[in-house]
């Protein structure tokens, strides 16, 4: 074979033909664009939302002579200390520092509380004063509201934005807002909440982030699934054993405690991020890639599922977790679950879709398992050496691979397992792969709802957990105990063997080294 740079990624923009994009992206709007990020002082703020807003800038997404960034919160500091505040938060790389600057200073910062006309005006009168300046027409003024605060305060936020904040254009511009997890805590609660905010915007203003939709591989699955001939005739109940959708992580709570305590794990990851990925795994083709198509397909896989059965569920905190002060000593929340939801239709009847979760675990990773059948007539006398895998790994690394029988290399007849592997760091190399934030924020600012969760596949996704929720926040579930840094209780990997996961002994997947 020749050099191994014949496989590199070559890097050029796409042309507008290979490019699958809908037919409204081709005309990019043009015009003012202001962003305001609510909660500007906090967390998210800082880690999230403004790096991703910088990488869209370093790109060329947003434009110099168009945006402007507003944080807005209650604390109250200036501008520059704001912009102190996040510098140490963006790229430090070569090249960086120009970029950061000239970034840094596209930042103001109001400051005001969340339920004060005051403070609305004040940030009304700093964005129209960008407006103004930047010779905006009426109808070309965008305006994009980031709510990186505690859901709590949605309401009144959004109460005043709609008095006081909104773009009064009604000749063409926009306001759009969007909204971070957890939307609600259960069914009732996301109902209340969704109706309002549905009081005061409608559906296609409202963007409710799940950021693994933004995620590289998350965002490949309805590519895998419906561009490639190979999984059509496979992806369906008379082939696949089971699917595992895992997510671990080898931290704990981390100074989350208080606001982790309220949730746990399942509200904080199964009923969303893990959710959205089954949603992916599991719905049929799309009649097209419009946004509406495909979360009708979302919805009904939601629809499907039956009510969880007790026998299906572990639920676990590692031990340690109660020392963090924030913590009720008598706290039951779990902090991993593991979970089998079953889908009662024509495809996956009878198949288990495991989802796992877990902090303070021996690892951090995210992937997809998917399980295939023993081949029936077993000549090989292979079967025990394990079955065919797809797993996607979503994170650290993205990759996919296969994991299939083959002939040991050699005189022998005899078979060994091993894989067909695309490891994207290998594959595409030099290639970076944008953060999930800063694509669904791009997705925001060109109105593209897609990625984004809707008012109907929200409630279909509390339907399936409240009952369970409910009976665990009366204590009617234990949480198993289980040391930080190991898999997690030995009752989920027991469960797993129940559901039929056959685990291959004596092979791992090695991630391939540059
Ligand atoms: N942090 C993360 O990694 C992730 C967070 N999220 C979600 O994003 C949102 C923001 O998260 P995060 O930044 O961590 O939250 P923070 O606790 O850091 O809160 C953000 C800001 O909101 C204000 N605030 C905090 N508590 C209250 C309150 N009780 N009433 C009014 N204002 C308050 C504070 O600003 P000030 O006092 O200056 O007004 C704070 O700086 C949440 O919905 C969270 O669940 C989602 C995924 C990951
Ligand atoms: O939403 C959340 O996600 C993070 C994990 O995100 P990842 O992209 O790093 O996988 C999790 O730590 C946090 O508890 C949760 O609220």
Request: with cysteine.
């Amino acid at each position: 074979m020749a050099a191994s740079s014949e496989w590199h990624c070559e890097k050029r923009p796409l042309s507008k033909n290979e490019s699958f994009a809908r037919e409204n992206e081709d005309v990019p709007e043009t015009g003012c664009l202001s962003i305001v990020v609510l909660g500007a002082s906090g967390d998210l703020a800082k880690k999230k939302t403004f790096p991703a807003l910088y990488n869209l800038y370093r790109q060329g997404f947003l434009r110099k002579n168009e945006v402007h960034i507003f944080g807005y919160a209650r604390t109250n500091i200036t501008d520059d200390e704001l912009r102190d505040r996040l510098r140490g938060y963006l790229p430090q790389g070569t090249g960086d520092a120009e970029y950061v600057s000239s970034f840094l200073q596209l930042i103001k910062y109001v400051s005001g509380s969340y339920d004060d006309p005051e403070g609305f005006q004040a940030l009304d009168n700093a964005i129209s004063e960008h407006e103004i300046s930047k010779n905006s027409t009426e109808g070309s003024s965008r305006r994009l509201f980031y709510l990186a605060l505690p859901p709590s305060v949605y309401p009144q936020v959004c109460k005043m934005i709609k008095n006081y904040s909104m773009n009064r254009s009604d000749l063409g511009g926009w306001t759009r807002i969007v909204v971070e997890k957890p939307f609600g805590r259960d069914l009732a609660s996301a109902e209340e909440l969704s109706s309002q905010i549905g009081e005061l915007f409608e559906e296609p203003q409202i963007y409710r982030i799940d950021h693994y939709l933004g995620k590289e591989l998350v965002q490949n699955l309805l590519v895998l699934r419906f561009a490639n001939r190979f999984f059509l005739p496979l992806w369906n109940r008379d082939n696949i054993a089971n699917i595992q959708i895992v997510f671990r992580e080898d931290f704990g709570t981390e100074g989350r405690g208080g606001y982790f305590d309220q949730y746990g794990i399942i509200r904080d990851i199964i009923q969303n991020h893990l959710l959205q990925v089954l949603c992916l795994v599991a719905m049929e083709k799309p009649v097209s890639l419009k946004p509406e198509h495909i979360r009708d397909e979302k919805v009904k896989v939601l629809q499907s599922v039956v009510p969880i059965q007790d026998e299906e569920v572990v639920l676990g905190q590692y031990d340690g977790y109660k020392d963090d002060p924030t913590v009720p000593d008598i706290s039951n929340t779990p902090t991993f679950a593991t979970m089998i939801l079953r889908i009662h239709n024509e495809r996956w009847e009878g198949v288990p879709f495991i989802l796992k979760a877990g902090k303070a675990l021996n690892s951090r990773k995210a992937e997809i398992r998917v399980q295939f059948k023993s081949v029936p007539g077993d000549i090989f006398k292979c079967e025990k050496q394990g079955r065919n895998e797809f797993v996607i790994r979503l994170q650290p690394s993205e990759a996919m691979y296969m994991k299939l029988t083959v002939k040991k290399p050699g005189l022998e007849m005899s078979t060994v397992q091993s894989e067909l592997d695309l490891s994207y760091r290998q594959r595409y190399q030099g290639l970076v792969i944008p953060e999930a934030y800063e694509r669904l924020i791009l997705d925001t600012i060109k109105g593209d709802q897609q990625h984004f969760v809707r008012r109907d596949e929200l409630r279909a996704a509390w339907e399936i957990f409240t009952p369970i929720l409910h009976r665990i926040d009366k204590g009617e579930y234990k949480s198993l105990p289980y040391k930080p840094g190991s898999r997690g209780p030995a009752e989920a990997d027991e469960l797993l063997e129940r559901a039929g996961y056959v685990q291959t002994h004596g092979y791992i997947w090695i991630p391939p080294t540059l």
